[in-house]
């Protein structure tokens, strides 16, 4: 069949993009709101962090053109050279990375700090469209399951080693995907799980959830014996692994808390948990902000009227903490749109990614789906004080270059990937 002339616009979804420039425009406007400290206003002055994050915004369009010009099937065929190269970007971090804030997650270049994990996770979700979209691919069985967890375990853990767990977080996400694609569920409740006894451990001590899970373990038995005397015969090796890895899960929790984790993990998660109350040092941050956005009521104070914006209450208001700006200058109102608004921009990449016809866009489309949705639940979660402060941006609204460009990468790749449907090949 004869294909219809290249044009890099045909078949692009505007619906997406519409959302995409709303995003980055409400974005911009609170970076400028909890940055401007000039009574005048100032739209373009590049010394200041919104002025800077114009030029990002700017130079985001270039990319955005860059991507579209390759064919789809580009990125299809070089998925795992683009993830190798990712690979490569994150380990160099170890030889000349620069350290910010303790972490060295960032390159300087020529006075530009370009931090690879933000686009790593780009590159992740193609190698994981790729390996899944193999027709031989079959994710009931052990060595192809042990392939997905691979890919998803390398940049995890050199991001971790930076170290910056909140941005390891993120591939956590790809779970969903893998299980859309046919991952037995038990992957996904053994994860709940363990998340639920990490709590109630940290928060009851390991002794007390131990007897609760020995207990539990006798009922099982007593139950087994009396009602399904067969089904406890062949499946009581399977209860009794169950209950000792559970076990050994429970001890680890210690060691890992008071060990592994630093000392300002265990604050954040003693301040959630309620353990220790902390409003001057390390639960500084979180006390300012729920208050910022309490302070904000109904409607909101008003555009650079947030007396707690513009006097710097909060730390590092302008990057994971931007919601704050949103919630006391514009609302209970103002939030909930920007909430329902990302909520159309998650639902419409699912739609757009259940209409593809290829196995790979669709696998794509739902990776960046869960890594979308995941940053913007675990920093909401965070900036009202439900989460611990993990340190992750909100996507389009958090000031920062690399961020805002890693998420364009993300979304303007599965644009050009949707807008393949519309050519013969």
């Known amino acids: 069949m004869r294909s219809r002339k290249r044009n890099i616009f045909y078949g692009i979804d505007w619906v997406l993009i519409l959302l995409y420039l709303i995003l980055i425009f409400l974005g911009w406007i609170n970076i400028y709101s909890a940055t401007n400290t000039d009574t005048n206003i100032n739209l373009i002055n590049f010394s200041t962090e919104y002025g800077k994050q114009l030029v990002w915004i700017g130079l985001s369009f270039p990319i955005i053109l860059l991507i579209l010009l390759f064919e789809a099937k580009f990125y299809e065929k070089f998925a795992s050279i683009i993830y190798l190269i990712s690979l490569v970007t994150l380990v160099g971090l170890f030889i000349l990375g620069k350290n910010i804030n303790g972490a060295t997650s960032w390159y300087n270049l020529g006075g530009i700090s370009i931090q690879p994990s933000e686009f790593a996770k780009a590159a992740t979700a193609l190698a994981i469209a790729k390996l899944v979209s193999d027709k031989q691919f079959n994710l009931k069985k052990w060595n192809t399951q042990i392939q997905a967890f691979l890919i998803l375990f390398f940049p995890a853990i050199l991001i971790t080693l930076q170290p910056d767990p ?9 779970i969903f995907v893998l299980y859309r694609e046919g991952l037995p569920i038990y992957y996904i409740t053994i994860g709940f799980i363990a998340i639920f006894l990490f709590i109630i451990t940290l928060y009851f001590g390991y002794a007390y959830v131990a007897l609760g899970l020995l207990l539990l373990f006798l009922l099982i038995l007593l139950y087994f014996n009396f009602y399904r005397k067969k089904a406890l015969k062949k499946g009581w090796v399977k209860i009794l692994g169950i209950f000792f890895v559970f076990t050994l899960f429970i001890f680890s929790v210690d060691f890992v808390f008071n060990k592994v984790f630093e000392q300002r993990h265990r604050d954040r998660f003693n301040i959630l948990l309620g353990k220790t109350q902390d409003i001057k040092s390390i639960g500084y941050n979180t006390n300012q902000s729920v208050t910022t956005i309490a302070t904000g009521g109904l409607t909101g104070k008003g555009f650079l009227e947030g007396e707690r914006t513009q006097g710097n209450f909060v730390p590092e208001q302008q990057t994971d903490y931007i919601f704050t700006t949103v919630g006391e200058e514009w609302g209970f109102v103002g939030s909930s749109f920007v909430i329902l608004l990302f909520i159309t921009f998650l639902l419409r990449i699912i739609y757009i990614a259940e209409r593809q016809k290829s196995k790979f866009s669709r696998v794509y489309g739902y990776s960046i789906a869960a890594i979308f949705f995941t940053h913007f639940t675990i920093n909401i979660g965070m900036v009202l004080g439900l989460l611990p402060t993990i340190g992750i941006p909100l996507p389009f609204f958090s000031y920062g270059g690399s961020a805002l ?13 949707d807008a393949n ?5």
């Open 405 to 417: 460009w890693g998420f364009t990468v993300l979304l303007f790749i599965f644009i050009r990937l």
């Open 166 to 174: 909140g941005s390891a977080l993120v591939y956590f996400a790809f």
């Open 421 to 425: 449907r519309s050519y013969e090949w």
